[in-house]
């Protein structure tokens, strides 16, 4: 028995539709299948997961919070994926933002009193951002130097940067020994949009609006255009006179900016403060909510949602289950294997080939 | 039953190969219906058909790549069943594919060692190679690596990986498509040598005149089915093409060429690049000019710099100012954009992934040429560019219906569509702007005859409201037909135009093979 | 002191060695894996569990060679039967690797482990540079011999070249009869199966215990430095100790005084000087910044092997990372 693909004439509009459904639905499974092994009531577990942090608004805000970061990072992510460049750093360039957005409160302690210190934060941040993005860029675009590896090395780097800071120059000295920077004060801190119901604050709605003007760049305008003619062909994009270079720029400065953004937001708003542990691997998390959503800024506004849904799950699972936190990572790692398997689906159709008619007709032609 | 040769008996086991009533279907299309061939002993045999007539299909059956669904091959006499093709191999049939399976990091030696079993050491195997290649009038160096060979280098490592398994019927499949006229007659007399020696050969092709020259007999494959089995000799090119494609040819219709005497749409001087990468092909020092209503035809073998010139004069690279100018404007310094921007179309080879997206739909490939031209009205907003859905889809159906382009949906991807229909409509994109000066590079290459003729009238009426159109092309035939003045690129090099009335083949082949060092001067 | 500095050189390089060679034979064969972090991960984490459960390493790493192939299946059932992007799966085994090491290392944490001990032949590794020819753990000598047998199977044998010409154009080859998704298959789950090798070297040689994401990275340099190699199988030793010297700087720049480095006299008085110049330098950068050292040098070596496009041309396997579906 064998697998075989037969190409499709054209993309399948269903599957392309369904197949982040399926996954999803295959995660779910798997993940049941996983509980069972580890001795825990699948209903109970994928219930912890799934449904119970949707049944308080508290948590709801909880949601908001974790999801703005991921949405955000992933917007940028899919302009970058979609015209084929493929960074894998936003890891770094969210704390890159975080500690450029963070210079004005630390170093400047006084204009936290100041009603430009927020703008002021955010624009830094998405500079910083931009700026750490632009480095593996420019080595792409200068000396065709494979994006991934150096983006990626450039995540440690700004880790170990973020960890000597916040340890050495940037420390809180009224702070015992704890590694972190001094806790930002009035006008430094994203507040609280409905401080009585939740923690939510402003970061889930930079999202959001990050999400709709994308998709309108993508979908609407032809720097769109020019992005997805990139990513499919290259040569068809250089006669179509776009300059790939200009693309990888583009590309990598606008989703380090949002990444960075999403840095600044997170450090001034949930977190408070600078400190050497800032995110749970949002900019990895985000690779997988930007597939998941198809590589569409809408369809990643959901899918932001649903991971931030997983990692309260998990959060929850802990206590009320007794499951570790990390079967977390593990199911979003199978989520995104499940997506890339279905979306084969959306290219070609699949066909069981038997071994007795594997016997009948030849194999190889040109 | 096909007739037998002149002067042989009519039994049968005198007939190498012989095939009754074969037949593929794949799903509903009948690619190859109730085929009848036969082959004898020391004959040469041509499978002429168009494009898309079953003669790839048919000799796959013959290869093993394919199964017939019905039918009967006989080989010396005895019923064979061919599954795969170590088995044709193994019975003595060999094959010499239009595009050639090779790999450009190995040798030709490891090349040829990977066909064959794994048992004999590459030592020896190159050794034979060399002797062979030598023997047969192919010479072949086994230790030169792939990457830095001619194409037609190429062509022999595969003649010779063919020949090393000593088969009794080789089948060629349009073997001078990539050769030059020298090159062919060498590989004429090696076909006569093989002949000699009692080996058949079938030799698929649709150049009219090769078969002729070379050919005992011939069959002639129509929508999958055999129309005729005749003596090519007897036949006359006409007779044969009629025969091909069931009607007479629609004929270019093209006034006298007369010298032109408009204004210079184009003018290349001194043209030089270096190549870009290690397999490219440096310019070295091309001058053109190109009038109104004129057609300018450039032929030479693929592999000489024609890609390299199409993305110099279409400004994808870019050169010094002065080197370009087109209607009298400089645009050596501009992108492709700005060169369209000055009345100019370019049409390139490879349809799928250069002159449209695959993956995307016509109206997105109309788009994707025409958005700097266009941007009046395909575009809004100034600096924003949102595109106008409408003014593009109108514009598409539009080509769409001027080009005839068959399809089967509205809007579908590119990747959809036929070879045929793709060209169409991607030329008939660039003909749509009524562009003062068009390039196009291979404008019917892959295409069905209806459609190629189709296109070759559109490139001739487009100088009849004064544009210049640049045609390169590996088909002589093509270039003869339409064009007013010919040049030959050779080793990134272009001789002098010279006008169609004074050119023959011999003199155009003598030019590809690179012979006349002094016609370089403008 | 000289002696001891190479063998914590050769303790670093060896993982980096074994899962770089592992993944040279993968790419040329034309598939991109870029899950050698997350596979290096659960051979880790399975090479730590098993030797602790059954007491003894040889077991550990048994286990870790086995799941690191197993894991790279997964892999391969995407990436060559479905034909999906290779970048994204790979990222995607990684990530799924990291969490899912995790998560079986959530009891390992803090345990103390069983190690590979060191070999010790009577005689020769008594001898000056004894301990290091022939006194060091069983997974140096093989990841030698790896690259050993790697290169003599790419080059000289009918299978290597058949495995290369994969790598070179995988229609070419299918068109020939190759059977190249099998042998694609093949060549991943060595891949993967070097990668858990390398894993279990971390958790048995390198230190003896399981700490969450215990790679740090060393799975995308062992990546980095295939490139650097130009895919050929000497130069990835080269590089493999080049950098496992980077890596271990940071913890001999703190563990040395400047006063250990003793003061030579005539020529070497020179060399013993710029040593202490050069330790007072690193000593007084902050550590985080020499922990960064591996990862910057990555990018250096990344810029500099790719500035020469024609040499990258001429080295990369032509169909790296091209999804094959036959045509039918």
Redesign the interface.
């Known amino acids: 028995m064998r697998?075989?693909?037969?190409?499709r004439?054209?993309?399948s509009k269903l599957f392309s539709a369904l197949s982040p459904f399926i996954a999803f639905a295959l995660t779910v499974i798997a993940g049941a299948i996983l509980f069972a092994l580890l001795g825990k009531s699948p209903t109970a577990a994928l219930y912890a997961y799934f449904i119970a942090p949707l049944t308080e608004v508290w948590s709801l805000h909880e949601l908001a919070i974790k999801a703005a970061p991921l949405i955000l990072i992933a917007v940028g992510l899919s302009v970058c994926f979609l015209s084929n460049n493929?960074n894998?750093g936003a890891e770094g360039q969210f704390v890159i933002g975080a500690v450029t957005g963070a210079m004005l409160p630390i170093l400047y302690p006084a204009l936290q009193q100041s009603m430009a210190a927020m703008p002021l934060m955010l624009v830094m941040g998405a500079l910083g951002g931009a700026a750490y993005a632009a480095i593996p860029a420019f080595?792409k675009a200068r000396?065709?130097?494979?994006e991934?590896?150096?983006s990626?090395?450039?995540v440690?780097?700004a880790q170990?940067?973020l960890?000597?800071l916040v340890r050495?120059p940037w420390r809180d000295p009224a702070a015992m020994n704890f590694p972190q920077a001094p806790r930002f004060t009035g006008y430094a801190v994203l507040p609280e949009m409905m401080p009585m119901d939740g923690r939510a604050n402003a970061g889930i709605i930079f999202a959001v609006v990050a999400a709709v003007l994308v998709w309108l760049l993508l979908n609407?305008?032809?720097?769109g255009?020019e992005v997805?003619?990139i990513g499919?062909?290259p040569?068809?994009g250089?006669?179509?006179?776009f300059s790939t270079t200009r693309m990888i720029f583009f590309s990598f400065l606008l989703s380090g900016a949002l990444a960075g953004l999403a840095g600044i937001s997170e450090v001034a708003g949930a977190i408070g403060r600078l400190q050497p542990s800032i995110s749970p691997g949002y900019g990895?998390a985000a690779?997988?909510v930007a597939?998941l959503g198809r590589l569409n800024p809408l369809g990643i506004i959901a899918a932001g949602l649903l991971l931030a849904l997983t990692y309260l799950g998990g959060e929850a699972a802990q206590i009320s289950v007794g499951v570790?936190d990390?079967?977390?990572?593990?199911?979003?790692?199978?989520l995104?294997?499940f997506v890339?398997?279905c979306?084969?689906l959306i290219?070609?159709r699949i066909r069981f080939v038997s071994a007795v008619r594997d016997?009948?007709?030849?194999?190889?032609?040109? | 039953m096909g007739n037998t040769p002149p002067g042989a008996t009519s039994d049968e086991t005198d007939l190498l190969l012989d095939v009754r009533g074969l037949t593929k279907t794949f799903g509903t299309l009948t690619a190859c219906d109730r085929v009848d061939l036969d082959i004898a002993k020391g004959e040469i045999h041509a499978l002429l058909g168009e494009n898309g007539a079953g003669k790839s299909t048919l000799v796959k059956m013959l290869f093993g790549t394919l199964t017939p669904n019905s039918g009967e091959i006989r080989w010396n006499g005895r019923p064979v069943a061919i599954r795969s093709p170590g088995e044709a191999r193994r019975l003595g049939i060999g094959m010499v594919f239009q595009h050639f399976s090779l790999f450009e990091a190995l040798t030709a030696a490891e090349n040829i060692a990977l066909s064959l079993d794994a048992r004999t050491p590459i030592s020896q195997i190159a050794e034979r190679a060399r002797t062979l290649s030598v023997n047969y009038g192919l010479p072949l160096d086994p230790d030169a690596h792939v990457g830095d060979l001619s194409v037609g280098e190429r062509q022999r490592i595969e003649i010779i990986r063919c020949l090393l398994q000593e088969p009794q019927l080789i089948i060629l499949d349009e073997p001078t498509s990539v050769l030059t006229p020298q090159e062919a007659d060498k590989l004429f007399e090696t076909l006569e040598r093989l002949r000699g020696e009692g080996k058949s050969i079938l030799y698929i092709s649709h150049r009219l005149e090769e078969v002729q020259r070379i050919c005992d007999r011939a069959t002639v494959l129509r929508h999958g089915k055999v129309v005729a089995h005749c003596n090519p000799r007897e036949q006359t090119p006409a007779s044969l093409a009629t025969m091909m494609v069931g009607s007479s040819v629609h004929e270019v219709k093209r006034e006298a060429a007369q010298a032109a005497t408009g204004a210079v749409l184009i003018e290349i001087a001194n043209l030089s690049q270096p190549a870009k990468t290690p397999f490219a092909m440096p310019l070295k020092n091309i001058s053109l000019s190109v009038r109104a209503s004129e057609v300018v035809g450039i032929a030479g073998v693929a592999g000489n710099g024609q890609g390299e010139f199409f993305e110099a004069v279409s400004g994808e690279v870019r050169q010094a100012a002065g080197t370009i100018r087109i209607r009298g404007v400089d645009a050596g310094l501009l992108g492709i954009s700005g060169r369209r921007l000055l009345g100019a179309g370019f049409v390139p080879e490879e349809r799928l992934g250069h002159g449209a997206v695959p993956g995307m739909k016509l109206s997105e490939n109309m788009l994707l040429a025409r958005h700097k031209s266009d941007a009046r009205a395909f575009l809004r907003g100034g600096a924003l560019g949102v595109i106008d859905r409408s003014a593009v889809e109108a514009t598409t159906q539009r080509v769409i219906k001027e080009m005839d382009v068959r399809k089967s949906a509205e809007d579908p991807e590119a990747s959809a569509l036929s070879g045929g229909n793709l060209q169409k409509f991607i030329i008939g994109r660039e003909l749509d702007r009524t562009p003062s000066v068009l390039v196009v590079n291979q404008p019917t290459w892959g295409v069905d005859a209806g459609a190629a003729a189709r296109i070759r009238q559109a490139l001739i009426d487009l100088t009849r409201n004064g544009s210049a159109v640049i045609v390169i092309s590996q088909d002589l035939d093509e270039l003869f037909e339409i064009s007013d003045r010919i040049a030959v690129m050779s080793h990134g090099e272009m001789s002098a135009t010279i006008p169609i009335a004074e050119a023959t083949r011999e003199k155009i082949g003598l030019l590809m093979g690179g012979a006349d060092e002094a016609a370089r001067a403008h | 002191m000289f002696e001891s500095i190479l063998l914590t050189i050769a303790t670093a390089a060896t993982p980096l060695l074994i899962a770089a060679i592992g993944e040279l034979v993968v790419e040329r064969s034309g598939v991109l894996n870029l899950g050698v972090e997350g596979m290096m991960l659960m051979g880790a984490v399975t090479g730590f569990g098993a030797a602790l459960a059954t007491g003894n390493p040889w077991l550990g790493v048994l286990a870790a060679v086995i799941v690191g192939a197993l894991f790279s299946l997964l892999f391969g059932f995407l990436a060559l039967t479905l034909a999906t992007n290779q970048v994204a799966t790979g990222l995607a085994l990684t990530l799924l690797g990291i969490g899912l090491s995790g998560m079986i290392g959530t009891a390992f944490v803090g345990q103390p482990g069983v190690k590979l001990t060191a070999i010790h032949i009577p005689g020769l590794t008594d001898l000056p540079m004894g301990r290091f020819l022939f006194g060091q753990d069983p997974l140096f000598y093989i990841s030698i011999v790896l690259v050993a047998v790697v290169s003599w199977f790419l080059f000289r044998t009918r299978a290597g070249l058949t495995l290369r010409s994969i790598g070179d154009s995988h229609t070419a080859a299918h068109a020939l009869g190759i059977k190249v998704i099998p042998i694609r298959y093949a060549a991943v789950a060595f891949g993967g199966a070097c990668a858990g090798l390398a894993g279990a070297q971390m958790s048995l040689v390198y230190t003896s215990q399981w700490i969450e994401n215990m790679t740090a990275g060393r799975g995308w340099i062992a990546l980095a430095l295939v490139v650097f190699a130009s895919w050929r199988p000497w130069r990835v030793l080269l590089g493999a100790y080049l950098f496992g010297a980077i890596t271990i700087a940071q913890l001999h720049v703190q563990a040395l005084a400047v006063s250990d480095i003793p003061v030579g006299s005539g020529p070497m008085w020179l060399v013993s000087e710029s040593g202490r110049w050069l330790l007072e330098l690193l000593k007084s950068v902050p550590a985080q910044f020499l922990s960064s050292l591996p990862y910057l040098a990555t990018v250096v070596v990344l810029v500099l092997i790719s500035r020469n496009r024609r040499m990258t041309l001429i080295n990369t396997p032509a169909s790296l990372g091209k999804p094959f579906v036959p045509d039918r």
């Open positions: 697998l075989e693909l037969v190409k004439p054209q993309h493929w894998i080595l000396f065709n130097t494979n991934i590896l150096t990626l090395m450039l440690y780097v170990l940067f960890d000597y050495g609407r305008m032809l720097k255009f997805k003619v499919m062909s040569r068809a250089r006669f179509a006179g990895f690779i997988i597939f570790s990390k079967v977390v990572r593990a199911l979003q790692g199978l995104l294997f890339l398997a979306d084969t290219h070609y016997a009948t007709e030849a194999k190889g032609n040109v």
